[in-house]
């Protein structure tokens, strides 16, 4: 107890106290609205912060989960020990030439926003991503045939070790929903998008209609951590699961949607193990029926 108050009062040095919560109910931070309590959840405010953080994780040893916003992530129902770092106050876009710069803890959709407003294409695909941009770095996020690696030009990381660096797309190994990012999980910190002049009233139409496409497809009225599962080669995922009768039928409060078949939702106040248990039912039919493995595009982190 001594060792937890000494922690918790030398993250508050660090990042002020209203920026470091405890035994904090992690369902109140991710989008599908799930999660156990983490120990610590710390919002850092300056990159020398976050390095102080993680320079005081290694002194202490303690575990330690960067969190993005919470939108392709479920925590388990015992929650996350050690100390959880979320960089929603790193969020600053800006603009220098072509280029449009962004903090990671900024949402993606906010970024394509802003490139719309000054005039810029190539972030148009990401109008509807529901993740911040060190998320969608991570994962090399993608929608409507774009993906982050097609504008990206470098990022500024930090290491777990707590060192600064910077890395050129082509060093990011991005590929499909993956990137060097998910394996040495560095921090992001910042972003710098390579984008092209163009017509805002194009750019518009096109973000207008995937907008309309997402809205009209996908189960936006409930909590979810957006598309469940990564597209077979050869098939589309919601389709198999559509084709395997399982829309409608879930776990406890969690539920395969009738509206999209590759979203599950958490539709009445699910639990983590209900969530877990209908991923597990959808992979065991749609194996015993079709052969084909489903593959998690979403993270499952915490403890049972």
Known sequence: MERAEHLYQRLVQICGERNVLRDEPMKNHTLVRIGGKADFLVWPETYEQVIEVLRLKEEYGLPFTLLGNGSN?????????????????????????????????????????????????????????????????MMNAGAYGGEVKDVLDHVKVATLAGELKTLKKEELELGYRTSLISRTHDIVLEVVFALQPGDYKQIKEKMDDLTFQRESKQPLEYPSVGSVFKRPPGYFAGKLIQDSGLQGKGFGGAEVSTKHAGFIINKNNATAADYIATIEMVRKTVKEKFGVDLELEVKIIGEE
């Open 73 to 137: 992530v479920i925590i388990r129902d015992g929650g996350l020990r050690g100390i959880v770092m979320q960089l929603k106050h790193l969020n600053r876009i800006w603009r220098e030439g072509n280029n449009v710069i962004a903090q990671s803890g900024a949402d993606i959709k906010a970024v394509s926003r802003f490139a719309l407003e000054q005039h810029l294409t190539g972030l148009e695909f990401a109008c509807g991503i529901p993740g911040s941009v060190g998320g969608a770095i």
